[in-house]
C-alpha cells in the first residue's frame, strides 16, 4: 500500500467520525416525540393548558428541550425554586409575565382569559 492511498483513507475515517460525533451531538438537543395528553397524565385543565401553550408559547419555549431557544426553556420551571430572571417561581409570578410580557416577549393580557391563564399555569406545573 503507498503512503498518499493509506493518508486517504485515514482522511476518510477522520472525517466519518467528525461527522457520527456532530450529528451525536446535534441529537442530543432534541426534543422528547410529542406524546398524548394521556401518556403524560395530564388532567382536563392541563391538557387544556397544554393546546394553549403549543398555540402560544412553543415556538420560543419549546417545552421539552433543556436548552434555551428564543426564549429560556420551561422545562422544570415550576421544579425550580427561581424563574431564569432570578425571580421566585410561583403561580402569581409567571402570571404576571405571561400578561404584561417582558422586553423580548409579547404581553398576552388581551388575549388569554383568567381561566384560560390558568389552565396555561397548570400545565406548566408539569414540564
Known sequence: ???????????????AIVMLLMFLLAAC?????L???????L????????AIYDLRCAACHEP?????LNGPTMSGVFKKSYLPSGMVARDDRVGDIILMGKP??????DVLTQQQLQDLLAYMHTL
Do not use: W
Not at 500500500?1 to 472525517?15: E, P
Not at 406524546?35 to 397524565?41: C, K, P
Open 64 to 68: 421539552y428541550r433543556k436548552k434555551d
Open 1 to 15: 500500500m503507498n503512503v498518499g492511498n493509506r493518508s486517504g483513507q485515514i482522511f476518510l475515517a477522520c472525517s
Open 29 to 33: 438537543d432534541q426534543p422528547e416525540r
Open 43 to 50: 388532567n382536563e385543565q392541563q391538557a387544556r393548558g397544554r
Open 35 to 41: 406524546r398524548s395528553n394521556a401518556e403524560l397524565g
Open 104 to 109: 423580548k416577549m409579547p404581553a398576552f393580557g
